[in-house]
Every structure is written in C-alpha cells, then in structure tokens.
C-alpha cells in the first residue's frame, strides 16, 4: 500500500554563504493534497478543544511569553472561572468547531468541570455547542483516583451538553496507554454497569519501543510490523477508539527546537490502522487523532517548534489519510506551554482561521471568508519567530488560507527584508497566490549571515486581485548574540492588522536609562482594549481608564514570597509615612475571588496568605512619589517575624531580598514594567505621554494596539540607544552547518555578567548588565527553577538552616560564605548561556569531600556541571543527541587541576563550541569538544548536590567562600 508523503521541512541552503554577498536563502513552496484513505464512521467529523483552567482574567504579564487576546480584566469581579468559561465558548464559536473537551477527572479539575456545565445551563452556547467527556491516566490506579473516574463520568452523564454518539458517551483520554488494555475494560464494564449508559473509551496504543525503533532504523521490520499490527489489534480490543497522534517530534536537524515529523505515523500507523479496519472485528471502531501545533516552553527550554504555521498544518494533512471521526486540538488555553489553539496576541486569530478551513474542508462545506473580513485584503498569514539566536535559522512564512473552491483570481506578494535604518538586506522574488488554492511558501535564512544587525524589518508589498497595492509593515526580529529562551513565532494574518492612525515618540530623559513616551492612536472603525508600549518584546506600560496603580503619581513596589516548603501565614502589611499608599494581590493562577483587604488603621490584613513553591503570586504597593523617600515597608507574618523595610533604600538599590528561615524568602522590587493588564479601553481614541526607566542595555520600544475584533496594530520599533562597540569575533552554533562558525559583532552586545558582591540587597547577587540576571542567595523554588522538584530531596539536610550564604569579608574583600549544608546562589536560566561563554570565579574551599560547585540545571539537565573532587576540579558536560525524547550524554572532564583547601583560587571554564578549556590559577586544560547542552537552563553556585545523573552519591554543597563571579556571553579560548 502506497501511502503519500507529506512535506517535511527543508535544511538545504541555495549556494554559499561568501563574504560581501548577497544574502543566501532556502526557499521550499508546500501545496497539500488534502487526501484520504478511509471511510468515516460518523457522518460528519467532529472536533473539540482541550480547555485548561486558565482564565481571560489572569495577569499573564512577565511570567508567560504570551497572552489571550480577548483578555479582559474586568471579568475578575465576580465569577471569574464561569464567565471566562463562557466567553471562551463564544470565541471558539467563530472556528466552527463542535466544543470543549476537558481531562476532568482530576481533584483540581472535576468541580470546575461540573460547574461549567451548569453555566451551560444559565446562559445557552452557540447551536451545536457540546462538552466531550475526557480523563487523565497515570499508571496503576488508586481507589481515589477511581472514585473520581466514575464521578467524572457521572456528571457527563446528568449533562445534556455532553457529547453523545448514538447513545453512548465517548471519553477522550491523556497518557492512556499507561493504564493498561485491562484497565480499560474493566473501566468500560463498570461506567455502564452503574450508569446504564454505555462508554466509549478512547486510548493510544503504547507504542514508544516502535517509534523508537523507527525512529533509529528508519524502518521497521516485517516482524516488528507484525508486533505493532497486534498491539494495535490489543487496543482496539479494550477501547471504542482509537487514538491515534499523525505527528512527532524529534531532534534531526541543527535548529534549537526538535522538527515535527510524520514519517512514523504515514509508514507505520496508517498501513496498520487501514488493514485493521477493514476486519469485521473493528470496522464500527472510531478513529481520534490529537493534533498539537508545536510546544514553546520558555521556563524549562523543551521545545518543539512551531515552524510558522508548519507543525499544525502537517497535522493536519497528515491525519487526513485516517480521515479520523474525532479531532481534539491540544490544547485551547495553555500558557505555560503555549501549545493554545485559543487566539492570542503572538497568534492573532490565525488558528481561528485555519481550524475553520480544515472544518469546514473535512466536512464538505464551501470554503467562505470569515464575517467581517475586508476581501480587498487576501486571506495570507505571515509567520516568523519573535527573537533568535545568532546562527538559527531565521524563518519566514507565507500562508495563503483559500476563500473560495473555485476562485482562481491571483494575487501578488513580494517580501523585503530591512534593518533599522531601512535599507533593503534582501528583496526575495515576488510570490503568485490563487484565492482557492492553499498554498505556503517558506524562506530559510541562516542568521550567521546577520551578525551585523541588532533588528530585523520584513515588510510585504501586496498587488490584490483588483491590481491595488499596498504595503504591510510586519513585525520586526531581534537577533541575539548568545540569549533566546523565547522560540514562540508570531503569526499575523494581514486581514487582522488593525488600522490606525498613530503616532510614536521616544526621547532621551533626563535621568540615565529614563525615556519620555509621547504617543497617540485613533482607530477609524473600532474601539481599542488596548494601547501599550513594550520594551523589548515586554509590556511595560499601558492605557488605563481605571488608572488602577497611577504610575505618573506612585512608585509601585512589587513583591513576591516563595517557599521551598509551602506556607500559609497570616501577613499583616502598614506602609508608614506614606498617607495614600494603597495595596493589591496580583491575578495570576488560582487566586481567591474575595477582593483585595481595605486598609484599616493603616494596614492590610491577609488572613491566610499562601506562599507557594510553584508561582510567585506577587503583591503590589504603591506609594505617592512625594513621600516615598521618608517611607518605610512593614511585614508581620504570623509564623516569620515582623520585618521593616527602608523604601528609600529599596528607591536608591532597585531590588531587596530577604530569607526568613530555612525554607521561605521575600523579593521586592521597584516595579519599571507594566504590572497588570488593565480592563478593556473601549473606546476609539488614547493618548500617552509618560516618562519610563528601563534596565536593557539596548531597549527596544514599541507601540501596540488591539482592538475589539482582535485586530492588531504594532508601530515600527525604535531603538534609541543603538551598539557602538568594535567588532569582535564571536562563536556561534550555525544551525544550518550544525557546526560551529565565527562571525563578528559589535563588543557592547556581547552580555558580560559581573555580580557585584555588596551585602546591602540582603539574599540577592545584583549583576551589572540587566536586572533580568540578577541572582538570587537562596530561592529558586518557582516552576522548573533548579530548586522547585524533586521535593523534598533537594534539600534534605537534617542541619539545614538558611539557604542563603551569609555575607562577610575576609582579606579586604567582600564574600558570601557557604556552609556547606544547603547554601546556594540561584541564577535565571540563560545566565550562562546555551552557546559559547566564559565563566569565572574565585573560591577558598573548605574540607576535602565532594563538594558541588556549578550546575546548570532544572528539573531537566542542561549543559555545564563542576565539581570539586579529591581537591581537584572536574567538570561535565550534558549535551544533546539526536532523534525523539530529547536524549541526552555525558562527556566528563577530570582536569586533574588543584583546587586547594583555604586557599584562593581562581577558576575559569571557557567553551567557543570547538574546544572546552578549564583554567585554575595559571594552570589549564584543553579538550576537544564541539557538542551543544540538551536545554538552555537555569544555574546554581554551590548546590544541588540531589543524587542524580552524573553529581554521585556522595557530592555535596559547596562549603568555603566566594569573592567573585563573572560569566562572560563569548568563549575567552586561545
């Protein structure tokens, strides 16, 4: 059986690169067949979201890379998670899909699940609304988790919104192959046994050992065909359907994040599933097919790219050859790994349109443009990635969507690519698109080329069918030297660009890193939610109607407790001196819908304040400018003391840091971004003019607008401190050499992270470049931090007291001194950076055990580790290897190099991705070694010693002093 073969994408490059050159560009063109190889069981194919609990409502600001674009602060009042619920089934309404499916069987998620079904009851959803069934699996089941199982199964039951197949209920699934074929019978006799209604459990075979094997061979065998026939055989057996995922992803190519494929599910699962089906046994079988669109983790630096609009549509088009009965989008609404299908502001309403097409394609209907689009505008969606790293690849996509089956009209598209200043880098060959025909063409530029270049300017000259022009300016691209944690795209359909009339202006302030923002926007047919400035690809400020905080009149402190050992304190806040300061809790996850505490007798009380390991749940206080010098913070909470703060100080330091015991730590800070998203603008006309303070060496402003529709307006960038210094030679990772390659770039770009050893911070490590590498004395507990899991074996020490190393001096010198039991320094991830760098410090050891110095780690390995071992230094390095599962190895160091008890040495670890060079005093070693870290990760100065992967069983934290540490952003290799 012939099965046909979906495009993969391209990683060969036309020429050479030669210096002085015009640039030099891939350039892949992808028209899909839209073939099937199955007859549906349904009439009709159905189609569903997997809804998380985020709400529109929460502040995604500063934490997330993204962010929902209807969001809408002013649902917080009142029933939050029902009414973002219900706003949410309106918006998914518009992509012509059947509803919502949620895994809500667990504890945290059977209420809401039942109580948005209930709503469902109050305010009616659009006609042919219907809430699918779905459950979680983890391994052997407990009695609770049963329990819960049926329970869940119970309230769809009660549901008429629940989807129904000829009578029976199906249960979508997650991870179901860990439960077992059995399990599921057993499962599906019981449901029906005590409900009368019958089940259709949906499940994935396990199939890993196979997707392995093929993805090492590049084939399976005749025999192992024959082992996957029967384990396919065996889930259908114990399931009403089969679930099947039409892509994976794996690392096969130089790019940072692993590459969608299909080659398994077309050579593999499809031959099989079609054989299958074709039996009596299994002919009335449904088909399910999870479809994701790539998986952005900026926290844990797991990624699997989204490629433009490319991983989805491979999906999509793979998938039709098993023309499955059931789609579910992975999923609607999640943040954190930004895998959502729900319209956001780096999305826009592309998945919107392209769900729809595929909806509307699958089930026989004609091919239409959505309400309210300007047909004098093709239906074309331009992709690129925010930021990048110099030697990625840089992307740029061209999507034409059809409008129409039999329309043949052409129009013309020309992309030219300009720097800052407007000069036209490269003018790509004009593109022809037919209105009824999809069509993407796809240019691939390696970045190593850029190295010059701080921006990026892709602009699209555009002739319509009418032979009108027009010329859409789209959104710029940074291009790092050595920092890229963001690998989200952003996809921006020329339809929704909003237009405005605006003006924009960024002038020097009076005092160092200060700007004033003038800016002004009318929009001619729709209102705005919002108008904002960012820096930097960050929101830090905005219009607001409320004018909640009033930053023209209030410094804004924001704070924030962690824990590694989660606490609810009752917390008692007084600002004194300070007649007009006000307080508020942050919206961000789970947070209590009671409103804020008043003020009474000049504090707040918070009953129960929870301090959490997981999210930072900040707090702001604003204080009037014209008191906050004399003013002091106080913090009694009832289980860590009362604790006074100087807000002078706090106003002269930036950043104050605080351990409280051996578990739990304050961080404030004096607010500079946007700290909350403010309640929709509604309204036509906003102006801005304010003066802001930024700590990027190079701040990048930019002026953006939404607007009711979700239509989006984003200004040219303007750059008003541009680099200066000399050029420099510098190692990149080429990705499409997948190879190391030295280019040139300015010095001043280059980061330099000089921590500055100063006790008056208290529990922080301030570093010289941006605040954004400050390092924390102790902390590092939040989401995928080095020191969030595995709890509570990372600091299981029966002496542990503070986390902190204690400030000191010893020999003149300032120094922080470990005890060895479970002090550290924790440092954002980046800090030491996923390409070349230089790392240096000084240390005076104590005691002769194994003692941790270095580590870049989270939950997941990243790349360096040193330790000191029989009084020698000794380093490791995880690096990446090819092909699914992210795997990883191991290559070992053992330098050999002294590192003396109570003495000073100076160490130094320095990598240009060709040669590894540790120094120790005048002392060196060099090692041939030109692999990459398997995650950009965050680092840790003196722990963890958690004994796993290559640290031993009898490592542990450093003990002895520290008197400097620099980590430089370019290898320092002679």
């Not at 895994?103 to 042919?128: M, R």
């Not at 009368?196 to 993805?215: C, K, T």
């Not at 004096?670 to 700590?695: C, F, M, W, Y």
């Not at 440092?827 to 005691?847: A, C, D, V």
Request: hydrophobic share 35%; net charge negative.
């Amino acid at each position: 059986m012939k099965i046909p073969k979906i495009a993969l994408l391209s990683a060969v490059f036309f020429g050479l690169t030669l210096p002085g050159a015009e640039l030099m560009y891939n350039r892949q063109e992808e028209k899909p067949t839209f073939q099937t190889m199955r007859q549906r069981m349904l009439p009709q194919p159905l189609f569903y979201a997997e809804y998380q609990s985020y709400r529109l409502v929460e502040n995604y600001l500063h934490y997330w890379i993204d962010r929902p674009l209807f969001h809408d602060s002013s649902l917080r009042e009142g029933k939050s998670y029902r009414d973002s619920f219900l706003r949410n089934v309106e918006i998914v309404g518009k992509y012509e899909i059947d509803g919502f499916v949620m895994l809500s069987n667990p504890s945290q998620h059977i209420n809401l699940y039942k109580e948005q079904l209930q709503s469902l009851d109050e305010v009616k959803p659009y006609s042919g609304f219907s809430y699918m069934c779905g459950a979680g699996y983890a391994g052997k089941p407990s009695q609770q988790w049963l329990d819960l199982y049926q329970k869940n199964y119970e309230i769809a039951v009660a549901s008429p919104y629940t989807l129904r197949v000829n009578g029976k209920i199906p249960i979508w699934a997650y991870h179901s192959a860990s439960a077992g074929t059995e399990l599921l019978r057993e499962l599906a006799k019981s449901l029906h046994e005590k409900t009368s209604v019958e089940p259709i459990i949906f499940s994935e075979p396990a199939d890993l050992r196979f997707r392995q094997l093929y993805d090492k061979n590049g084939a399976l065998t005749t025999e192992e065909m024959g082992q996957l026939r029967e384990l396919l055989a065996v889930t259908m057996d114990s399931c009403g359907g089969l679930m099947v995922s039409p892509t994976q992803e794996s690392r096969i190519s130089g790019d940072y994040t692993s590459v969608p494929i299909s080659a398994y599910y077309r050579d593999c699962i499809v031959p099989l599933v079609l054989e299958l089906t074709a039996l009596p046994q299994y002919k009335d079988k449904l088909i399910g097919a999870y479809i994701r669109k790539g998986y952005v983790n900026h926290l844990s630096g797991n990624n699997s790219g989204e490629y433009g609009t490319v991983a989805f549509r491979l999906a999509m088009d793979s998938l039709l050859l098993l023309n499955p009965d059931v789609i579910v989008f992975f999923e609607w609404n999640e943040a954190n790994e930004n895998t959502h299908f729900q319209p956001t502001v780096n999305n826009g309403l592309t998945m919107q349109r392209l769900i729809r097409f595929y909806a509307r394609k699958m089930r026989g209907q004609p091919t239409a443009p959505a309400d309210g689009d300007d047909l004098s505008v093709p239906n074309l969606v331009f992709c690129s990635r925010q930021v990048l790293r110099l030697g990625d690849t840089l992307r740029y996509e061209l999507l034409n969507i059809p409008d129409s089956d039999t329309d043949n009209s052409e129009y013309r598209v020309q992309l030219t690519v300009r720097d800052y200043d407007g000069n036209a880098l490269k003018v790509f060959p004009e593109e022809t698109f037919k209105l009824s025909e999809m069509k993407a063409v796809n240019y691939e530029i390696p970045t190593e080329q850029l190295a010059a270049y701080f921006l990026l300017l892709p602009e699209l000259r555009v002739v319509n069918t009418a032979g009108q022009e027009r010329v859409f300016a789209m959104q710029y691209n940074r291009i790092h030297p050595s920092v890229c944690w963001n690998y989200k795209e952003i996809m921006q359909p020329l339809r929704d660009v909003l237009p405005l009339t605006a003006t924009f202006e960024v002038k020097k302030g009076d005092a160092p890193g200060t700007y004033h923002i003038n800016a002004s926007a009318e929009s001619p047919s729709e209102e705005l939610m919002q108008l904002e400035v960012l820096d930097s690809e960050s929101e830090v400020y905005a219009v607001d109607r409320e004018n909640k905080y009033d930053p023209e009149k209030n410094i804004i402190i924001e704070g924030s407790f962690t824990a590694f050992s989660p606490s609810t304190q009752k917390m008692i806040f007084e600002v004194r001196n300070a007649p007009g300061w006000q307080w508020f809790r942050e919206c961000h996850r789970y947070r209590s819908e009671a409103p804020d505490p008043p003020i009474v007798d000049n504090q707040v009380t918070v009953q129960y304040y929870y301090i959490n390991y997981y999210y930072r749940y900040p707090f702001f206080i604003t204080i009037p400018k014209d008191v906050a010098a004399d003013a002091v913070l106080d913090i009694d909470a009832s289980g860590l003391g009362k604790h006074s703060f100087n807000v002078g100080k706090l106003l002269e330091l930036g950043k104050m840091a605080k351990v409280f015991d051996d578990t739990s730590r304050l961080d404030l800070a004096i607010a500079k971004n946007l700290v909350d998203i403010p309640a929709p603008l509604r309204q036509k006309q906003a102006s801005i003019s304010t003066v802001l303070e930024t700590g990027s060496q190079f701040p990048i402003y930019q002026l953006r607008a939404i607007s009711t529709s979700g239509r989006i307006y984003r200004s040219r960038p303007i750059m008003p401190v541009r680099p200066t210094g000399k050029l420099v030679s510098h190692s990149v990772f080429s990705a499409p050499k997948r190879q190391a390659v030295t280019v040139e770039v300015a010095e001043d770009r280059i980061p330099e992270l000089v921590y500055l050893f100063d006790g008056a911070r208290g529990a922080m490590l301030k570093n010289n470049w941006e605040p954004f590498f400050d390092g924390q004395l102790g902390g590092g507990f939040i989401y995928l931090e080095p020191f969030n899991r595995p709890r509570p074996a990372l600091l299981d020490h029966p002496e542990r007291e503070s986390l902190a190393p204690a400030w000191g001096t010893a020999d003149g010198a300032a120094v922080l001194a470990f005890d060895g039991k479970t002090n550290y320094i924790n440092l954002p991830r980046e800090s030491l950076p996923y390409g070349s760098f230089t790392l240096e410090f000084e240390i005076k050891p104590e005691g002769d055990d194994e003692q941790v110095l270095f580590r870049t780690c989270g939950s997941h390995r990243g790349s360096l580790n040193l330790y000191r071992r029989q009084g020698k230094l000794e380093g490791t390095f995880t690096y990446r290897v090819d092909g699914i599962n992210n795997q990883n190895a191991i290559e070992k160091f053992q330098t050999d190099l002294e590192l003396p008890d109570g003495k000073w040495s100076k160490v130094s670890v320095s990598y240009d991705l060709k040669t590894m060079k540790f120094s120790v005093d005048s002392a060196s070693r060099e090692y041939p070694f030109s692999e990459r870290g398997v995650f950009f990760k965050p680092a840790v100065f003196g722990g963890h010693a958690w004994p796993v992967y290559e640290v031993g069983k009898d490592t542990r934290f450093f003990k002895g002093l520290l008197r400097s540490l620099r980590i430089r952003h370019a290898a320092t290799v002679e």
